[in-house]
């Protein structure tokens, strides 16, 4: 899960004197998906490597229980293995994405503070998965905004997409008390109202009467399935299970891919451009090349380039 760390080891001043100024100027300005809500381990303390358990498995070569430090970790809270993480047995590590919510709360949450410091470690590990939570509900929202089909949505998803922004600037305490399931709720019904709008639309330009995909249930299995040049356009792939499917050249446009699980999916040739509601860490689990299109805010993984 670790990338490359190197955050202060405690509070910097210029850094806490330009804390409100960065949070006014957040809660005010469009968010930047590249930057705000994308993992920038440089800023963090090793959260991920820390605050998570590891479960012996193909993706993590040995058991880590949650709050104890992988042995990796260097003092720096640089990964020792960083370069070699797929060939020691860590591909966990090189999927994982934490939509910028460990550098959130290295930075403002704990004031640069680390976990080291023993009276801070308890409450960083139990906010963090609240900040994460929050990150990936602002990451859909965001993506939301940007579609020109859901234009209907767009008012509301930014003005709950500035809530929840103010909220990752709480401090411990009042992170701790939030009612994330309500708040997910209230996300919720904008991703899918939103979604049937952008599905419907995308069904509307691309398909004719006598060309229909097929249609799939909420989380269906997908497992291992060839879909090579399937029509799937406009299609609900919400939660499906879609590892090891072959999506080769699929016609993804349109589709809902939110929640849908990618793990050594074959996206090869495969355009996701016009997908909805992917994520960095969908993207760093499948099999990509050089041919696959991605939405404008997702990073190429740099293992795809492994032969």
């Not at 992988?70 to 090189?94: A, P, S, V």
Request: net charge neutral; glycine share 6%.
């Amino acid at each position: 899960m670790s990338r490359s760390h190197n955050p202060s080891s405690g509070k910097s001043t210029s850094h806490v004197n330009s804390k409100q100024a960065q949070i006014q100027n957040f809660t005010k300005l469009p968010i930047s998906l590249r930057e705000h809500l994308r993992a920038d381990c440089e800023q963090c303390v090793g959260l991920c490597c820390t605050a998570l358990a590891f479960s012996a498995s193909a993706d993590f070569n040995m058991d880590k229980p949650a709050g104890q430090p992988c042995h990796h970790l260097q003092e720096d809270y640089r990964c020792g293995i960083h370069n070699e993480l797929r060939n020691k047995g860590f591909r966990g590590c090189t999927v994982y994405d934490c939509f910028g919510a460990g550098q959130q709360i290295a930075r403002y949450t704990f004031d640069g503070k680390s976990w080291r410091q023993q009276e801070t470690a308890q409450k960083m590990f139990e906010v963090f998965p609240i900040m994460l939570h929050l990150h990936e509900l602002i990451w859909y929202l965001e993506q939301l905004v940007t579609m020109d089909a859901a234009a209907a949505y767009h008012t509301a998803a930014s003005e709950l997409s500035r809530e929840l922004l103010s909220l990752t600037y709480l401090d411990p305490a009042k992170l701790l008390k939030l009612n994330r399931g309500e708040l997910h709720m209230r996300v919720n019904v904008l991703l899918t109202e939103g979604s049937e709008q952008v599905r419907s639309e995308a069904r509307r330009l691309y398909l004719t009467a006598d060309k229909q995909p097929r249609n799939y249930e909420r989380g269906v299995d997908l497992i291992g399935k060839n879909l090579r040049a399937a029509n799937m356009v406009g299609t609900n792939l919400r939660g499906a299970y879609l590892i090891a499917a072959d999506l080769r050249k699929a016609d993804l446009r349109g589709a809902d891919l939110i929640g849908a699980d990618l793990r050594d999916a074959d996206i090869r040739d495969t355009n996701l451009s016009e997908t909805l509601f992917l994520t960095q860490s969908q993207i760093n689990a499948a099999i990509g090349s050089e041919s696959t299109i991605l939405p404008d805010v997702l990073l190429r993984p740099a293992h795809w380039q492994v032969k």
